[in-house]
């Protein structure tokens, strides 16, 4: 059984209106510019309290650099990069075929939150990125994550696009002999982007369902 680690690295301001009473004299004029530019600099991040996720379980990743996008082909026979997905929340795990508990594990769980998620589960895309191109082709690849979904997509490309693609996530992933064979020792968080593409949180694999579908849930019902 192969070791699978985990590793992270991990408005504008309102116009002045001259019939409102005098302020008290705590508020000097540095306050008010201080508090002005604050909202500034707000409105300039796009930040505002609709975007904000409250309660979740997973590590918020809302402020973070990581997965920016990706270039990788897909088993639906597709190019896709991060921007082919928007209007739904993203799911992004790395793994490979052969993986004995992890993987099966992850993609059995993401299945099971699209279905307590109902409605809105179809608002979520699960998207297994291989990290054993050398024995995942395509075909192979299609034909497990289908098993467990079949919208989920499998994504695959050469060992340079893999490199790029998990430095962008900060993920790990080695092979590691075997005897004659070899197995995968890789990063197991999944990564959940909103409807925007913004990456948002990352779940560690012995988080509970209820931890997934609550912290997806909330995802999915952030501002489109």
């Known amino acids: 059984m192969s070791a699978h680690r985990t590793r992270t690295n991990a408005g504008m301001a309102p116009p002045f209106v001259h019939d409102r009473p005098p302020l008290p004299r705590t508020l000097t004029r540095r306050t008010l510019m201080a508090a002005g530019l604050a909202a500034a600099l707000g409105a300039l991040a796009g930040c505002s309290k609709e975007d904000e996720l409250e309660d979740m379980r997973g590590m918020d990743l809302s402020d973070s650099e990581l997965g920016r996008d990706f270039s990788l082909q897909g088993t639906d026979g597709r190019a896709h990069t991060l921007a082919d997905f928007k209007g739904k929340a993203v799911l992004v795990f790395?793994?490979?075929?052969?993986?004995?508990?992890?993987?099966?594990?992850?993609?059995?769980?993401?299945?099971?939150?699209?279905?307590?998620?109902?409605?809105?589960?179809?608002?979520?895309?699960?998207?297994?990125?291989?990290?054993?191109?050398?024995?995942?082709?395509?075909?192979?690849?299609?034909?497990?994550?289908?098993?467990?979904?079949?919208?989920?997509?499998?994504?695959?490309?050469?060992?340079?696009?893999?490199?790029?693609?998990?430095?962008?996530?900060?993920?790990?992933?080695?092979?590691?002999?075997?005897?004659?064979?070899?197995?995968?020792?890789?990063?197991?968080?999944?990564?959940?982007?909103?409807?925007?593409?913004?990456?948002?949180?990352?779940?560690?694999?012995?988080?509970?369902?209820?931890?997934?579908?609550?912290d997806i849930g909330r995802i999915i019902d952030l501002p489109a």
């Open 94 to 214: 790395f793994g490979f075929t052969q993986c004995p508990d992890v993987c099966p594990t992850a993609l059995a769980r993401a299945a099971e939150v699209k279905r307590r998620l109902g409605e809105k589960g179809h608002r979520l895309q699960v998207l297994f990125i291989t990290v054993d191109p050398e024995r995942d082709t395509p075909e192979v690849l299609r034909a497990y994550v289908q098993a467990f979904d079949p919208g989920f997509i499998g994504l695959y490309g050469s060992a340079a696009q893999l490199e790029q693609t998990a430095r962008e996530f900060k993920a790990y992933y080695k092979k590691v002999p075997t005897g004659s064979s070899y197995t995968m020792d890789h990063t197991a968080l999944s990564y959940v982007y909103d409807a925007q593409g913004r990456l948002r949180v990352a779940l560690r694999h012995g988080q509970s369902i209820d931890d997934f579908a609550g």
